[in-house]
């Protein structure tokens, strides 16, 4: 399974960080954080799209636009989405760490690492790159979830905590998340429903959880489907795969 040798991969990166000293290194990247939870609280006047930097994936293998990540992060900018997540894993999605830096350089939105976090030392190594939240999936990091919220928050890191399954949705609120992600996206599958974020988004009622609903959302009325069972939408393909990219994430954010 596909999944199973991300993590490996994962896994195997987070060996080499530890022994490389990572974990002794300073924390502070000198990069003074914004709220990604504040920026969807905020955002009232039009629908909270997280626009991701991703230049390939293993469900649609190279996809369209080669843009720089800070010429993206400009252009996503401008097309109005609320944060911008960059996918940093190599091997499946083309991504790496400096593309962070890059991103930054053009925009002051939050970003998101999106990765697959399977070790300590890979959160220590998050906080000191200029980004704001990190992704931490629960299937993947599963006992070690609150601790990993924990170590994030210390580090100015807000979590974004994703689930498939009403079990890992009620462990993420256990574990004091209040940025759940509803992965429509079945990792052992890799195939989307985006049906799954009003299954899920219906037992997560605390007031003070904030939801996103990720993956599969190809256009403009899927967002207003999702609308009423989330508070932010995570899209990737459909804007990278786009012919441009900043008229179709106007189509989404004000949908
Ligand atoms: O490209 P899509 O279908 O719009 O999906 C974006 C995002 O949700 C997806 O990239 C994603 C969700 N969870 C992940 C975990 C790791 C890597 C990638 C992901």
Redesign the pocket.
């Given at each position: 399974m596909i999944i199973d040798d991300i993590i490996n991969e994962a896994g195997i990166r987070a060996s080499a960080l530890k022994e490389s000293g990572g974990k002794e290194r300073e924390n502070d990247s000198g990069y003074k954080p914004v709220s990604l939870k504040s920026a969807i609280k905020k955002c009232s006047d039009k629908n909270a799209v997280i626009a991701?930097i991703?230049y390939r994936?293993p469900?649609e293998g190279n996809l369209k636009t080669t843009l720089a990540p800070g010429s993206i992060a400009k252009v996503y900018e401008s097309g109005g989405c609320t944060a911008i997540?960059v996918?940093t894993?190599s091997t499946y999605?083309g991504g790496n760490l400096e593309n962070i830096n890059l991103a930054r350089i053009s925009t002051r939105l939050p970003i998101l690492r999106?990765?697959?976090i399977v070790d300590e030392a890979q959160i220590i190594e998050t906080g000191k790159t200029p980004a704001d939240a990190l992704?931490l999936?629960a299937g993947v990091v599963k006992e070690n979830l609150k601790d990993y919220i924990a170590l994030s928050e210390s580090l100015s890191l807000e979590a974004l905590v994703?689930v498939h399954t009403v079990k890992e949705a009620e462990e993420a609120i256990k574990s004091g998340a209040e940025l759940i992600?509803i992965?429509n996206?079945d990792?052992k599958t890799m195939k989307?429903d985006i049906s799954k974020t009003a299954e899920i988004s219906c037992l997560i009622q605390d007031a003070g959880v904030l939801k996103v609903s990720?993956?599969?959302?190809k256009t403009p009325e899927d967002v207003i489907k999702l609308k009423k069972h989330c508070d932010a939408f995570?899209?990737?393909?459909?804007?990278?795969n786009s012919d441009s990219l900043k008229s179709t994430l106007e189509g989404f954010v004000f949908a």
């Open positions: 991701e991703k994936s469900a997540s996918l894993e999605f999106k990765d697959f992704l999936i994703e992600g992965n996206r990792l989307t990720e993956s599969g959302i995570l899209i990737g393909t459909s804007l990278m």
